[in-house]
């Protein structure tokens, strides 16, 4: 019987940093497993894509906000796939702009519910599995939100900052019984057509433009940093790191472009990663 490979779960599996994380662990070895809400087709593209370079893969839609959906899922992977050695949360919590007067209650939850609930409910599903077996790694796509909140981002930075203190209570229990959590501030926009791209619409090319070739992040030479992460030896963990691209500076001395910023006095896009 061959061997079982193990498991790379991605919950988020877009044509962007989700995608191309798959494929990169795939290539290492593993089976991924895509999960996402919508676009059956697209994510049978991502699955096929993987195949046909060699790698196993299969594919799964997941409306994470659902109850149970998150748990099944992995229950269902360890039963009939395989053991869950790494995992990549990569649902991102963006509602978009808003003030405090438009954004009800129902949308600020749906904030927390993807954000950090979320993440939440994977590790209460998967680390039980992880713990017995001395082994596994969580890792979590964050976003400048979740270290600076800026105005109109009510739900989406709660969620966020929410998402990175999870991480760290996580990581506290579950570091010293051998399973790894990392937590990414993606902060800087990242060339994805399903999330970027989209979100600014008429004004990606000018931005593109502006930014140049190597002012982007290419998602997957991010997966390659999601790759070290889960094979990062137990004497040299990293439980948190920040990526940018060379010529934005760093959150904590942000000077946006007013041409895609909402703070410039009319309403827009708060920037990528925020």
């Not at 909140?149 to 930075?157: C, K, L, T, W």
Request: charged share 20%; net charge negative; hydrophobic share 40%.
């Amino acid at each position: 019987m061959a061997e079982t490979k193990p498991v790379f779960l991605v919950i988020g599996a877009g044509a962007g940093i989700g995608g191309h994380a798959a494929k990169r662990f795939a290539a290492g070895g593993y089976h991924a497993v895509l999960a996402r809400r919508s676009d059956e087709d697209g994510l049978a593209r991502l699955v096929g894509e993987i195949e046909n370079a060699g790698g196993s893969a299969s594919g799964v839609l997941l409306n994470a906000s659902e109850d149970g959906a998150i748990e099944d899922l992995v229950a269902r992977i360890e039963s009939d796939i395989g053991p869950i050695d790494s995992a990549l949360y990569n649902l991102g919590a963006q509602i978009g702009n808003r003030t405090l007067h438009d954004t009800p209650h129902k949308t600020f939850e749906l904030g927390w519910r993807l954000g950090c609930y979320g993440v939440f409910r994977l590790a209460h599903a998967m680390f039980p599995a992880m713990v017995e077996r001395g082994k596994g790694s969580l890792l979590v796509t964050s976003a400048t939100a979740a270290v600076r909140g800026n105005a109109g981002q009510h739900s989406h930075a709660a969620a966020m900052g929410g998402r990175r203190m999870l991480c760290q209570t996580l990581n506290a229990e579950f570091g010293p019984q051998g399973v790894h959590v990392a937590h990414v501030v993606v902060d800087g926009p990242v060339r994805s057509p399903d999330t970027l791209v989209k979100l600014l619409g008429d004004k990606w090319d000018a931005f593109e433009a502006a930014k140049g070739e190597e002012g982007i992040i290419d998602p997957a030479v991010l997966a390659e940093t999601y790759w070290h992460l889960a094979q990062q030896p137990r004497n040299c963990w990293s439980h948190e790191l920040d990526v940018r691209p060379f010529n934005d500076v760093p959150w904590w001395n942000d000077n946006p472009d007013p041409t895609i910023n909402s703070r410039a006095g009319k309403p827009g896009f708060a920037g990528p990663g925020e």
